[in-house]
């Protein structure tokens, strides 16, 4: 078998951007997928297709609630499931295509089959054993298990089912109010679910800044989602067609029930290594699974590297594409490096929802003495021109030096535009920093700027 200078298990956006970066920077490389298709979770059943369809509802909803506002006459559009099936697998299918075309030109080696580590330096896939002089596993993660709860991704489903349910179901209950449960919630609530989310906490999307959490919550219980907070999921019962859902509220034990066509598990995701060898190898793992690394991602046997959702940190795609690129470097004898603290997080619901850095909470927590610039996206022009006027920027600084601490977006484009604050914390800035940097008008990019201003002597248009 060829012999290799690295051997990348996985071909989600960590394994197969490591593999492109390790090509790049000149060392023999093959990457192990079970897949049909290159690009993980991500691409075939994650970020990718869930994208199509939230797109494709949000149009039916602008369609439905603004058209007509606009002078824009005629029968509103209803849903065409199968054909909203084929546009979705046909956006995959290009993404999928794309990375096989960049394996070829950077002469990737894909090798088809599930992999396992006998030993270091060497990758058994079937029959065939690969020696290799580095392995990085980049296996990605998994749905987690319910208690209680029988997952047949026909009635009671993950994401991966809710992606390619056979109709649009007329009830829906969405088990956890974290980031996959509110953006397909909202999804199928704009295709016409009735929609009810249950949710083991009091706030929603855990982690995040509270002030967004609420104003998250509030407005898509304004869109029709319903939502039972403070609830403990007991079990879930399915006949062939229906489920029928048992749960105990917190605050004073009372017993309830909820019936539903389907059931969507969305209470978070835990490292998939199955298969890999990797207790016999002796690798480290933490308590929750995860594969223990050190700053270069190197696990404690010699050779053996791990990034992406299968180690520390938050599961995003995003992430473990940084954590993949910096393992090449590593590996190719540069300093490779991921700079933690300024990793965007994005919830594409609409409207979207962005964040970099600490929340408020975390501030408080600190100790931190901050200031906060806030601006509402009702004074921004090209927002109420857009129906969006809905939500806010919030930039945390600190308040003896200005240097941005955090941001936090609510509203129009919120996943594209906290961008500007992630590289302006990249470099240190203060919020004067952008709110001395001309921003075009109008924008929705200028409600950044005037959060920065917020900081300062104050917004404009407040
Ligand atoms: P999550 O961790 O975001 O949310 C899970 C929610 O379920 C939490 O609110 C939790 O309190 C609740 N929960 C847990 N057990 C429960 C129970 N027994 N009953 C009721 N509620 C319960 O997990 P999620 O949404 O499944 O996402 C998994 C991972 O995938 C996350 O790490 C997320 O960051 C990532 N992801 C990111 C996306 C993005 O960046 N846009 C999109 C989809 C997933």
């Not at 439905?64 to 499931?81: C, E, H, I, R, Y």
Request: aromatic share 6%.
């Amino acid at each position: 078998m060829a012999s290799y200078d690295v051997i990348i298990i996985g071909g989600g956006p960590g394994g197969y951007v490591c593999a492109i970066r390790c090509a790049q920077l000149g060392l023999k490389t093959a990457c192990v997928e079970g897949r049909e298709t290159l690009g993980g979770t991500c691409l075939n059943v994650g970020c990718i297709p869930s994208k199509a369809l939230l797109f494709a509802s949000h149009q039916l909803h602008e369609a439905q609630t603004n058209f007509a506002k606009m002078g824009l006459k005629g029968k509103s559009p209803s849903v065409d499931w199968p054909q909203m099936q084929t546009y979705k697998d046909d956006v995959v299918s290009q993404n999928t295509k794309g990375i096989e075309f960049l394996f070829k030109k950077n002469k990737i080696d894909w090798i088809k089959g599930w992999a396992s580590i006998p030993q270091a330096g060497k990758v058994k896939v079937g029959d065939d054993l690969h020696d290799t002089k580095n392995i990085v596993i980049a296996t990605g993660s998994e749905s987690s298990a319910l208690p209680g709860v029988e997952v047949d991704e026909k009635i009671v489903v993950t994401s991966t089912g809710a992606l390619s349910l056979p109709k649009v179901p007329k009830k829906m209950i969405v088990i956890g109010a974290g980031v996959i449960g509110l953006e397909l919630g909202s999804v199928y609530a704009r295709l016409g679910s009735e929609v009810t989310v249950i949710e083991f906490l009091d706030a929603v999307t855990p982690g995040m800044d509270g002030e967004i959490a609420k104003t998250l919550q509030r407005t898509l219980k304004k869109q029709g989602l319903k939502f039972i907070m403070g609830a403990a999921v007991q079990k879930v019962d399915t006949t062939k067609t229906k489920a029928k859902l048992m749960y105990k509220l917190r605050k004073d034990d009372s017993e309830h029930q909820l019936d539903a066509d389907v059931v969507l598990v969305a209470t978070g995701r835990k490292p998939f290594t199955n298969g890999l060898g990797l207790e016999a190898l002796g690798i480290g793992l933490s308590p929750r699974g995860q594969i223990q690394t050190d700053s270069h991602w190197a696990t404690n046997v010699s050779g053996v590297y791990a990034i992406g959702d299968a180690i520390d940190g938050p599961m995003l795609a995003h992430k473990a594409e940084d954590e993949g690129m910096a393992v090449a470097e590593v590996l190719a004898g540069k300093a490779g490096h991921v700079n933690y603290g300024v990793i965007p997080g994005v919830i594409y619901t609409s409207p979207e929802v962005a964040s970099v850095g600490q929340t408020e909470e975390q501030l408080k927590d600190a100790g931190r003495v901050y200031k906060v610039g806030k601006f509402p996206f009702m004074g921004n022009a090209r927002a109420k021109a857009m129906f969006a006027g809905e939500g806010f920027v919030k930039i945390l600084a600190d308040a003896e030096t200005d240097r941005i601490l955090g941001a936090h977006i609510i509203g129009p484009n919120a996943g594209e535009i906290i961008h500007e604050i992630c590289v302006a914390m990249e470099f240190g800035a203060a919020a004067q920093d952008i709110a001395l940097t001309c921003h075009a008008h109008p924008t929705v990019s200028e409600a950044v700027r005037e959060a920065a201003l917020a900081c300062g002597d104050g917004a404009i248009h407040a």
